[in-house]
């Protein structure tokens, strides 16, 4: 039977990720999220998305080391970096540097491995690559810093604050997976041919560029900034409700309830509440529009979803609008490696049929 973008075909049989959008819950390896990401950092959770479980105690330690250690990249890679078009989208020159990451010790790591390399170089060369579009000086990586902290540094030369760096880890963690989304079956897809994992997340940063898809915040942005400040939001709305506008960062096409990540990113900047004045704004924000919205649009059940407090994350650390989806995707790399290592383990290549209808 012909499904037009095969929506709803199963395709793939998963124990990575599951998104129940009628109990709005997503589970990472068959436990809700909020329970696999409470206390563990960035690189724990995606040792857990790749093998099921999460390194013991005295093997947490060597993990990150093992992280830092693939901060250290090619030096051709910056060479490359160096020659791309100044004026060329991030995510194009991303993908360039992705495709051309080799090296010989690269090819007999194991699978995990592999995907932990990936997942450490990939934030390292998008830094690089935005500090050269803006005709900045490349900061190396720090030894000293974890994942999320020594992307902060790497795009602005300066230690990133606690809250900061809480806050947008906590987003890095609950996006690193989200069930069978188009970038993930490219990167199945692509290694279901037998090629390697660079070139299936090299397929999957691709499809992550399609607005579509990895689409920016950045209408949330526009949203909070519009507002300015918790007395000027009821006003706000209600202007543009009557305008007929849709309020950006409210609603989702598969959860039917809150989403669960944004509940989790609501608590995060509620535990920094007074830290930073955006995460202050987007939790007073959501109460006023979802209330004006219940008054307006009974029924229809419009809550924020991962969008809305992403959005205040990304603009309370300063980030530019040309870093929303390449930040985006250095989070979901996690889940497009451990897609890739679960198609290898048992493959068979994708080869849906096509229905001819010309004449």
């Known amino acids: 039977m012909f499904q037009k973008g095969l929506k709803d075909v199963v395709a793939v049989q998963t124990k990575i990720a599951a998104v129940e959008g009628n109990k709005g819950e997503l589970r990472y390896r068959g436990r809700l999220v909020e329970e696999t990401i409470a206390n563990h950092s960035f690189e724990e959770t995606a040792y857990f998305l790749w093998t099921g479980e999460f390194p013991p105690d005295d093997r947490s330690e060597a993990l990150k080391l093992q992280f830092v250690k693939y901060r250290s990249l090619p030096p051709y890679i910056q ?40 997942t450490s170089a990939l934030p390292v060369m998008t830094a690089m690559l935005y500090r050269l ?36 880890e906590t ?78 960062g409210f609603g989702h096409r598969i959860y039917r309830t809150e989403d669960p990540r944004s509940i989790l990113l609501r608590r995060k900047c509620l535990e920094l509440q007074g830290s930073d004045p955006w995460l202050d704004l987007a939790v007073d924000a959501e109460k006023q529009i979802t209330q004006l919205l219940n008054e307006r649009k009974p029924g229809r059940a419009l809550y924020t979803n991962v969008e809305f407090y992403a959005a205040a994350i990304m603009r309370s650390i300063e980030m530019p609008p040309e870093l929303f989806t390449p930040t985006f995707s250095i989070a979901r790399i996690v889940g497009w490696t451990a897609h890739v290592i679960e198609q290898q383990a048992d493959n068979v290549i994708f080869r849906p049929q096509s229905e001819y209808v010309g004449n």
């Open 133 to 168: 579009q803006k005709g900045k000086e490349i900061i190396a990586p720090s030894n000293q810093l974890g994942h999320t902290a020594n992307y902060l540094w790497m795009l602005n030369g300066e230690n990133p604050a606690d809250a900061q760096i809480e806050a947008l």
């Open 171 to 248: 987003y890095l963690k609950l996006t690193m997976e989200h069930g069978m989304n188009a970038s993930t079956f490219a990167a199945r897809v692509t290694v279901s041919t037998e090629s390697d994992m660079v070139a299936a997340v090299t397929s999957a940063l691709g499809t992550m560029k399609g607005p579509l898809h990895g689409g920016a915040p950045s209408g949330v942005i526009s949203l909070l900034e519009e507002i300015g400040s918790a007395e000027r939001t009821q006003s706000v709305i209600t202007r543009k409700l009557e305008g007929g506008e849709k309020i950006m």
């Open 79 to 118: 060479m490359i970096a160096e020659e791309l078009p100044r004026e060329a989208p991030l995510m194009d020159k991303m993908r360039t540097l992705l495709s051309a990451y080799y090296d010989q010790e690269y090819l007999s790591l194991p699978p995990v491995v592999q995907a932990v390399a990936l």
